[in-house]
């Protein structure tokens, strides 16, 4: 049985960056990566943006673990126990490491719709949106099921690619809760100016397939049929690894400040990893690799606190924005337009205080951003207006 100084199971970009953050402390011990994916570490967020635009497959690998020396990936290799006595993973094969420090950083799956067959796609992962490709090589009509960001997202690539669009979501709007109304309609115009049909307030209950496509049926008693179905309704933890073990009793795998689990050899990074203080999982780049690398950094001896507030963003036609904090319709909003609905930024405010910032078609503007969320002062509408622009503006 072969030992390591580190295992960390999963191979996405948490556990990537935590490669980086042990190597900040530790240029020597000995690092094992074991991962269920075919694929080497690779960045997500392209995979439903820019990938199916201009960018090249090459420009997705995450390759900062290859030029560090003693660290070794293990593919298509799934972990199926963690013995916390003796410090060892089993695989699915039989095979056994022993780690002094380990990491969790296992993400999740896509939540499935009864009835899915080879027709409908759950576009999580590149061996996916590979399958994708490769069924719609020439325009087709596609059904996209989810109004989050995976649905918003690949509605807005697929129709941008000469696709017929039927976008079913459960809300009744699209990004009801988060765009302010003005911004809504903007937004869903644009869509529809891509000849997405959007059908709201639906749930879809199951697939049934046949020879020449796929229908949805919906709750309501409705249905819409099309040649495949790209389907983004939300992620499942991957923490059974964590509750088998005793470490949490789910959902995801409760951490401290530190992200170490209960067990002190044991730390838990990305989406899988559910913080004591805020118990609900953040599921985004700059949260993993953030999170990832100061997990790395912890196991190799540093004892950092990880209070980072990570931001998200999306990219939807010509339109791209990056927002942090709380944003959410229900508290009062301050909007700052420079061209309403093109440009601008609309600011979440709780008792006159900044809690999340919106840039839209504003780029840069997330230091500032975290300057605003952190003032604890209260705000007049006026005193707002310009804090954040392009620059040049």
């Not at 939300?234 to 992200?259: H, K, Q, R, T």
């Not at 690398?293 to 004892?303: D, H, S």
């Not at 840039?359 to 006026?382: C, F, H, Q, S």
């Amino acid at each position: 049985m072969k030992a390591y100084d580190y295992v960390l199971v999963g191979g996405g970009m948490a556990a990537e960056a935590a490669v980086q953050g042990i190597r900040r402390r530790d240029r020597q011990g000995s690092i094992l990566m074991v991962s269920e994916e075919l694929f080497p570490p690779y960045a997500r967020p392209p995979l439903s943006k820019r990938l199916w635009m201009d960018e090249r497959m090459e420009e997705i690998w995450l390759p900062g673990w290859q030029r560090h020396a003693n660290v070794e990936l293990l593919l298509n290799t799934r972990i199926t126990r963690i013995s916390r006595d003796s410090q060892v993973v089993d695989t699915a094969e039989g095979r056994q490491f022993a780690y002094g420090k380990l990491l969790l950083a296992t993400g999740g799956h896509p939540r499935v719709i009864p009835g899915s067959s080879e027709r409908v796609y759950y576009v999580g992962s590149l061996g996916e949106h590979i399958r994708l490709w490769k069924a719609v090589r020439e325009p087709s009509q596609l059904l996209v099921v989810g109004g989050g960001f995976i649905g918003a997202e690949m509605a807005a690539v697929l129709s941008s690619q000469g696709h017929r669009v039927q976008w079913v979501i459960a809300e009744k709007e699209p990004f009801a809760g988060f765009f302010p109304p003005t911004l809504r309609e903007r937004v869903a115009s644009e869509y529809r100016g891509h000849g997405v049909s959007i059908t709201t307030g639906e749930l879809v209950s199951r697939f049934e397939s046949g020879a020449d496509g796929v229908t949805a049926l919906f709750e309501s008693g409705g249905q819409a049929t099309a040649q495949a179905a790209v389907v983004g309704i939300g992620l499942a933890l991957n923490d059974g690894l964590g509750i088998d073990a005793s470490l949490s009793e789910g959902p995801g795998i409760v951490v401290d400040d530190g992200l170490r689990t209960v067990d002190p050899y044991i730390w838990a990074a990305g989406d899988v990893a559910v913080m004591r203080t805020a118990p609900h999982p953040m599921l985004h780049e700059d949260h993993a690799v953030t999170q990832g690398r100061m997990a790395g950094e912890n196991m190799a001896g540093a004892q950092k606190r990880y209070t980072h507030v990570p931001f998200f963003y999306s990219d939807l036609y010509q339109f791209g924005y990056e927002a942090i904090g709380d944003c959410r319709t229900d508290l009062e909003m301050v909007e700052d337009w420079v061209n309403p609905g093109e440009e601008g930024v609309v600011y979440y405010l709780r008792q006159g205080q900044v809690v999340g910032v919106l840039n839209w078609n504003v780029w840069d503007g997330i230091p500032k951003a975290r300057e605003l969320l952190g003032a604890e002062k209260v705000w007049r509408p006026d005193e707002l207006r310009g804090q954040i622009r392009n620059q040049g503006e």
